[in-house]
């Protein structure tokens, strides 16, 4: 994030204030912060309408990594991925209508949280994470029909973990842990 001429008292754009909001959840996700403090950096950097105002919210954060987040997109048809794939640290998954197929259990996981962030309209998601992982739905509002997931205890401690946020509309959604 960067303020045109450096000057303090220009007006946030909306890609600004993304951003921001992309550096406070990945502080969190990475146990930087506490919950308390990213509610109330979130706070600040919706309410900062200048960048003084927003860098002032963001103070003592780590420094956002370039190319972490990935949009996967399609207005029709299907959309897959599967084997072996990188996985960046924010994935976008966005489909009007089509069937959505993610099968994460051989994919290549970098970071130890990954926030995946799905947009469907219509049509049915199938969601395969690792079997040791954990997996947080509590961000995702589905419309039409209930999401499909039963928990499973980690096996590690370290083991890596997926938060699902964004909305469904026509469609059932089921995440399920691969078998090995």
Do not use: C
Not at 70 to 90: D, K, L, M
């Amino acid at each position: 994030m960067t303020s045109p001429q450096g000057n303090a008292m220009a007006r946030v754009g909306e890609d600004d204030r993304e951003s921001a909001v992309r550096r406070v959840r990945e502080a969190y996700a990475e146990e930087r912060i506490a919950h308390d403090e990213m509610d109330e950096r979130l706070g600040r950097v919706l309410a900062a309408t200048t960048h003084g105002e927003l860098a002032a919210a963001l103070d003592s954060l780590p420094a956002e990594e370039p190319g972490g987040t990935a949009t996967i997109s399609a207005a029709g048809g299907r959309i897959t991925r599967r084997g072996v794939w990188q996985v960046p640290r924010f994935l976008k998954v966005e489909s009007a209508f089509g069937r959505v197929r993610l099968d994460l259990s051989r994919a290549l996981v970098e970071h130890s949280v990954t926030d995946i962030e799905l947009n469907l309209g219509t049509g049915n998601a199938v969601i395969t994470v690792p079997r040791d992982a954990i997996v947080d739905v509590k961000g995702l509002a589905t419309g039409w029909k209930d999401l499909r997931y039963t928990p499973r205890q980690p096996s590690r401690r370290d083991a890596p973990r997926f938060r699902f946020s964004g909305a469904m509309g026509y469609g059932k959604l089921r995440i399920r842990h691969a078998w090995r």
